[in-house]
């Protein structure tokens, strides 16, 4: 297919991106902009140029690719996929900043017959969102804050269409790995839990993973030449968040790391 995009990473035998071993594929653009993001090389569409790790020289992180260039690579690993029970994963960025894209890349992989999943925001338009998870057997999302107001604060999105996606996507009975990152001073006392919770249980959500604040992505803001905000930050721990992961499960609601 000649549908083009801008592709930043193809990442072969990921074992931690859905079932079995997968190819990751990721893609440029987000309009989230998370002051913890732990590839803020993936936020721009376009482009963009970066430091190697050893600061010597530059070289440009996402190259455009149709969708048989990115089928081409995938099914070099059909082999493994059809052992271990894999497939393809379309990550990001937001795989959703290129709609299009994204659709067909997803199309043509379950026309080959492979398992897909995606990890998304979810924040786009709910009639694409319908309309592309009608290709993917698996998803990945998160929601970060249950509060509009402070989640647009600190993310630069309102979560309306966010929440919206994601309880649709429950309701048509995808498999579904929800996750809220934990971050101090954002989303991280009791009283945080306590209202995602509610929320949860308002929209018969019975599952939630929980992913402690961490500092992973920070030397890429420096190869990339932005401030990155956290770095005073104290990182979490699952030991951390015991009393947290409680609330959850006082609500009946499947809660882990």
């Not at 074992?15 to 440029?28: A, N, S, Y």
């Not at 199309?107 to 709910?126: D, S, V």
Request: charged content about 25%; overall charge negative.
């Amino acid at each position: 297919m000649t549908e083009k995009g801008i592709v930043f990473n193809i990442q072969h035998f990921s074992i931690h991106d859905g079932p079995g071993i997968r190819t990751t594929v990721f893609l440029k653009g987000c309009p989230l902009r998370c002051p913890w993001c732990a590839n803020p090389e993936s936020q721009k569409n376009q482009p963009e140029s970066i430091l190697t790790a050893d600061g010597r020289r530059h070289e440009v992180v996402g190259q455009e690719k149709t969708v048989d260039q990115v089928l081409e690579e995938v099914l070099k690993d059909q082999d493994f996929y059809e052992e271990s029970g894999g497939g393809m994963t379309l990550s990001g960025g937001e795989l959703f900043a290129q709609f299009d894209f994204a659709k067909a890349i997803l199309k043509a992989a379950k026309e080959a017959g492979l398992h897909t999943a995606i990890e998304t925001t979810a924040y786009t338009k709910h009639d694409q969102f319908m309309d592309l998870i009608q290709y993917v057997d698996f998803i990945y999302t998160d929601l970060k804050h249950y509060d509009q107001i402070k989640h647009r604060k600190v993310t630069g999105v309102a979560n309306q269409v966010i929440i919206k996606n994601i309880h649709a996507a429950f309701q048509a009975g995808k498999e579904i790995v929800l996750r809220i990152p934990v971050i101090p001073d954002f989303n991280e006392s009791q009283e945080d839990a306590q209202a995602f919770a509610q929320l949860f249980n308002e929209l018969d959500i019975n599952q939630v993973q929980l992913l402690p604040f961490h500092q992973f992505g920070e030397n890429k803001y420096k190869l990339l030449g932005r401030d990155y905000s956290m770095t005073d930050v104290p990182a979490y721990h699952p030991e951390d968040l015991k009393d947290y992961q409680q609330v959850f499960l006082d609500h009946n609601i499947h809660c882990y790391f």
